[in-house]
């Protein structure tokens, strides 16, 4: 089947930055949409930032200018680079990617394991 799996988490002072991958592997014919999402204690699951394979990535507000998202479609994998972290970026992140095993079955999400952000002096 399929596996995604992240690195690159850890603890981090305020304003230090971390790079995430996330790495599929397994019976993959094509990969369309990959995404970043993270869940901090007590909040819903939000989107960090989407990368299309085609087309212009997006991210929330609250990352805009500190985070870039990026794909090697060569490698199967996803990256996060996060700079000036702050506290409130503590969270779990995950990465999807929606992925067709075989032309006749459609395409699914499938997500990552997580990886724990800290943001903390």
């Known amino acids: 089947q399929v596996q995604l799996v992240e690195s690159g988490g850890g603890l981090v002072q305020p304003g230090g930055s971390l790079r995430l991958s996330c790495a599929a592997s397994?019976?993959?014919?094509?990969?369309?949409?990959m995404g970043w999402y993270r869940q901090a204690p007590g909040k819903q699951r939000e989107l960090v930032a989407d990368i299309p394979r085609g087309g212009s990535t997006n991210y929330a507000d609250s990352v805009k200018g500190r985070f870039t998202g990026s794909r090697d479609n060569a490698k199967n994998t996803l990256y996060l680079q996060m700079n000036n972290l702050k506290p409130e970026d503590t969270a779990v992140y995950y990465c999807k990617m929606s992925i067709m095993t075989h032309p006749l079955l459609g395409q699914h999400d499938y997500w990552g394991q997580g990886t724990q952000v800290t943001v903390s002096s």
């Open positions: 397994g019976n993959i014919f094509h990969i369309y949409d």
